[in-house]
């Protein structure tokens, strides 16, 4: 158990809805990741927080947004779903930011099916 | 910018033969670089890190990695692969975006383990 939480485990909606996906970082941790992890696409950054405030933005698409909010849970809002949204979803935390000798916890993932 | 090539997708080795996952990175600041392994439906987890201390790095369930500057190379091993190790490993290297720091993890390599 890496003390990373994410709800739901699984979430299957529709083509075109919009969905919002939830991350508790271990305790005491300031920085929260967000993943997409696909078969096709394999792992890609999406974006990170650190104590709020955006740090770095990797491949994410404009219909997808996250914040972090003041007692440090993150929320990653996908909305007009496609079907190529359907993967799972990580989050990870670390104590301060990436990189360092900061390591990465990770969540178990959302898995998102989109019909 | 920081990269990471981890050679071969799939990696099959007999029970007890020697495991040699291969990853070299690019990076244009000294390197700090993670090894972390996926089992079937769950999150990644750190197996080792490198982070300019001691260049053969000796990580949890007898993985090590040994880092060669002058060949860009942190290639994972293990002398006796078991059953358990079947899993997806992903190499990944700190780097910069924005003046922030991030990491970029590779594209993976599924370990299959025969009996």
Known sequence: ?115 | AQSVTQLGSHVSVSEGALVLLRCNYSSSVPPYLFWYVQYPNQGLQLLLKYTSAATLVKGINGFEAEFKKSETSFHLTKPSAHMSDAAEYFCAVRGYSGGYQKVTFGTGTKLQVIP
């Open chain 1, 1 to 115: 158990d890496s003390g990373v939480t994410q709800t739901p485990k699984h979430l299957i909606t529709a083509t075109g809805q919009r969905v919002t996906l939830r991350c508790s970082p271990r305790s005491g941790d300031l920085s929260v990741y967000w993943y997409q992890q696909s078969l096709d696409q394999g792992l890609q950054f999406l974006i990170q927080y650190y104590n709020g405030e955006e740090r770095a933005k990797g491949n994410i698409l404009e219909r997808f947004s996250a914040q972090q909010f003041p007692d440090l849970h993150s929320e990653l809002n996908l909305s007009s779903l496609e079907l190529g949204d359907s993967a799972l979803y990580f989050c990870a935390s670390s104590a301060g930011l990436a990189g360092n000798y900061n390591e990465q916890f990770f969540g178990p993932g959302t898995r998102l099916t989109v019909l």
